[in-house]
């Protein structure tokens, strides 16, 4: 289910993104899994685009990026989605709203422009 997104760009249906992301990530993460040890997916690249993912308990954030990420980049952009689901998303949990998606929508516009 996705709970929200936020693009600079028009894209295809946003439903159907984040059931395929889901899809490819849970079929990734099973294929590889060795026993009771598994392993996330935290990134996919589809020619020079980059699905950066960071993994939640109950959920997941995926970044497109365009081009090259360093590491610095990756970490700095890692540390404002981490800062951005403590501060955010752990309202919504908490709180009784009509509409969580427009609220996450919102939000994810407001820190990533």
């Known amino acids: 289910i996705l709970l929200g997104s936020y693009s600079r760009n028009n894209t295809v249906d946003r439903d159907m993104i984040g059931g395929m992301l889901t899809a490819i990530k849970g079929f990734v993460e099973d294929a590889i ?3 009771n040890e ?12 980059k699905i950066l993912i ?3 308990y109950n959920y997941y ?12 980049m990756r970490s ?14 752990s309202k919504i949990s908490q709180a009784e709203m009509n509409n969580k998606s427009t609220y996450i ?5 407001d820190w990533f422009k």
């Open 33 to 35: 899994s060795k026993g």
């Open 38 to 49: 598994t392993e996330e997916l935290e990134m996919i690249q589809y020619g020079n685009h």
């Open 54 to 56: 960071q993994n939640f």
């Open 61 to 72: 954030v995926a970044v497109v990026i365009n081009g090259t990420i360093s590491a610095n």
């Open 76 to 89: 700095k952009l890692s540390d404002q989605i981490l800062e951005f689901a403590n501060q955010e998303l």
């Open 105 to 109: 929508s919102e939000k994810l516009e």
